[in-house]
């Protein structure tokens, strides 16, 4: 099954109290051109020249961490994981992006694919997640600030809005260098 997304044809729904009304799951080949389809309208097109894009460049398009939101067959959000490595190490993901639907913002829907994409990543082994994104917001989900220097995206990043959660404990001093698709 395909997905679509149709962002002129997407209404505004009626206020949703509770996130979890629509079906989530893994990602799936079928999904990746609707969920480009989002991430260009959430980012633009200068996107692709951010930092983070460049570690996704030639990776593959799908981990299995990868989830999406549906709303009756019609992607409603969108995140990705990327495998990376980190300096020498590996069991590294990097998060983004994540994509809402505008008519389906603030409702819940991103921070539910961000805490059930890091229980799977965790789950698996997977030691530590990055991205590059806002503080406040990610703070919820146990990202903190990366320490200057210590990990290094290519391209110019704000330092403080590179972070990172451990999903292993003590997993933060075992990473650092340069951030590299692990593809």
Same mark, same amino acid.
């Given at each position: 099954?395909?997905?679509?997304?149709?962002?002129?044809?997407?209404?505004?729904?009626?206020?949703?109290?509770?996130?979890?009304?629509?079906?989530?799951?893994?990602?799936?080949?079928?999904?990746?051109?609707?969920?480009?389809?989002?991430?260009?309208?959430?980012?633009?097109?200068?996107?692709?020249?951010?930092?983070?894009?460049?570690?996704?460049? %030639?990776?593959?398009?799908?981990?299995?961490?990868?989830?999406?939101?549906?709303?009756?067959?019609?992607?409603?959000?969108?995140?990705?994981?990327?495998?990376?490595?980190?300096?020498?190490?590996?069991?590294?993901?990097?998060?983004?992006?994540?994509?809402?639907?505008?008519a389906f913002a603030n409702q819940g829907h991103g921070r539910r694919l961000?805490?059930?994409?890091?229980?799977?990543?965790?789950?698996?082994?997977?030691?530590?997640?990055?991205?590059?994104?806002?503080? =406040?917001?990610?703070?919820?989900?146990?990202?903190?600030?990366?320490? =200057?220097?210590?990990?290094?995206? =290519?391209?110019?990043?704000? =330092?403080?809005?590179?972070?990172?959660?451990?999903?292993?404990?003590?997993?933060?001093?075992?990473?650092?260098?340069?951030?590299?698709?692990? %593809?």
């Amino acid at each position: 099954m395909t997905l679509s997304l149709d962002l002129d044809t997407v209404a505004a729904p009626a206020p949703v109290s509770d996130p979890v009304a629509f079906p989530s799951r893994a990602a799936m080949a079928d999904d990746l051109p609707a969920m480009e389809i989002l991430h260009d309208a959430a980012f633009g097109p200068g996107a692709l020249t951010r930092s983070a894009y460049r570690v996704r460049e %030639g990776q593959p398009p799908s981990t299995p961490f990868c989830r999406v939101l549906l709303k009756e067959g019609t992607l409603v959000a969108a995140i990705r994981f990327t495998a990376v490595t980190i300096g020498d190490r590996g069991d590294a993901l990097m998060l983004g992006p994540l994509a809402v639907a505008p008519a389906f913002a603030n409702q819940g829907h991103g921070r539910r694919l961000i805490a059930e994409g890091l229980a799977a990543a965790g789950a698996s082994g997977i030691a530590i997640v990055i991205l590059v994104g806002d503080p =406040p917001y990610y703070a919820r989900f146990g990202f903190k600030r990366v320490l =200057p220097g210590r990990i290094l995206m =290519p391209g110019p990043v704000d =330092p403080h809005r590179l972070l990172a959660a451990e999903l292993l404990t003590d997993a933060a001093a075992l990473y650092a260098g340069r951030v590299a698709g692990a %593809g």
